[in-house]
């Protein structure tokens, strides 16, 4: 199984900054299967990265991945108000999909 | 629209049983594989169970392996769980998720729904 770990555990930042988010993982992720999820209360998770970089549908350009191998980044660049939230990494290069503890993004 | 409406949620008993029910509806389900994903109160995301398109393969977690069972029923556009032998452990919200059509993760969540194990 593929451990994935996450940091920081939380990042606290004001509207405008930009965020820099990492997820390591326990062995290289196959062909970069990798994916960004993010989390506000009360909510289900929504997909925003696939494939270590591409992003979901209808997700704002300010979001980006990237990353290869065992490293993977997840950047928020000039934070909305609406982007402060838990963001988990997942990998579904192998078996099974295995997700990351998250990073919480909090206003500062 | 996607639109995945879980059910059946509550609380039950430990060593009781319960079956989750999913309703799909906004895509063509019989296509797509889907998946029950579950986070417990102030935890993180824990993949449970998968299941193909057509149910020709099904994967389940270690730890609900033997207990917890995966099932759809595409002419009703339905994704079900049965969970047996429930523990505390077992407690979270259980969400009903499509896999992505280009990349085996998870491109639609439903709402969720609480399963509380509990004396």
């Known amino acids: 199984e593929i451990v994935l770990t996450q940091s920081p555990g939380t990042l606290s930042l004001s509207p405008g900054e930009r965020a820099t988010l990492s997820c390591r993982a326990s062995q290289s992720v196959h062909s970069r299967y990798l994916a960004w999820y993010q989390q506000k209360p009360g909510q289900a998770p929504r997909l925003l990265i696939y494939?270590?970089?591409s992003r979901a549908t209808g997700i704002p350009d300010r979001f980006s991945g990237s990353g290869s191998g065992t490293d993977f980044t997840l950047t928020i660049n000039r934070l909305e108000p609406e982007d402060f939230a838990v963001y988990y990494c997942?990998?579904?290069?192998?078996?099974?999909?295995?997700f990351g503890q998250g990073t919480k993004v909090e206003i500062k | 629209e996607v639109q995945l409406v879980a059910s059946g949620g509550g609380l039950v008993k430990p060593g009781g049983s319960l079956r989750l029910s999913c309703a799909a509806s906004g895509f063509t389900y019989s296509s797509y594989s889907m998946n029950w994903v579950r986070q417990a109160p102030g935890k993180g995301l824990e993949w449970v169970s998968s299941v193909s398109s057509g149910s020709s393969w099904i994967y389940i977690a270690d730890s609900v392996k033997g207990r917890f069972t995966i099932s759809r029923d595409n002419a009703k556009n339905s994704l079900y769980l049965q969970m047996n032998s429930l523990t505390a452990e077992d407690t979270a919200v259980y969400y009903c998720?499509?896999?992505?059509?280009?990349?085996?993760?998870?491109?639609?969540w439903g709402q969720g729904i609480l399963v509380t194990v509990s004396s």
């Open positions: 998720v499509r896999d992505s059509p280009i990349a085996d993760c998870f491109d639609s």
């Open positions: 494939t270590a970089s």
């Open positions: 997942q990998q579904y290069g192998g078996s099974p999909r295995t």
